[in-house]
């Protein structure tokens, strides 16, 4: 059992890392979309293409824009957060309680 315990807390880890990563990923989206980047730069083509197919399910479902202020990276966000502690929390708790 301890086997299935390591899994599930180095799932959590690894999970809670990619979260991170993808939110400061996420912000530095909604940043370059303040400014007017150069769109050939390999940065900001990352970049767009990690955070605009999210973003773009997410205006296509919801209302999120007001006044020309996008939501979508706010709604992302808040999405991340309740994914970390929600799911790696529990992956946490599953892993303490299997020990």
Do not use: C
């Amino acid at each position: 059992m301890l086997i299935f315990a390591n899994f599930f807390e180095a799932t959590a880890v690894v999970l809670d890392y990619a979260l991170n990563i993808y939110m400061w990923i996420v912000i530095a989206g909604a940043v370059l979309s303040w400014v007017s980047p150069d769109p050939y730069n390999p940065i900001v083509r990352f970049i767009n293409t990690a955070t605009e197919p999210v973003f773009y399910q997410i205006r296509k479902r919801l209302p999120v824009s007001f006044g020309g202020l996008d939501l979508s990276p706010i709604i992302v966000i808040l999405a991340i957060i309740f994914l970390q502690t929600f799911v790696v929390n529990s992956l946490h708790g599953l892993a303490r309680s299997i020990v």
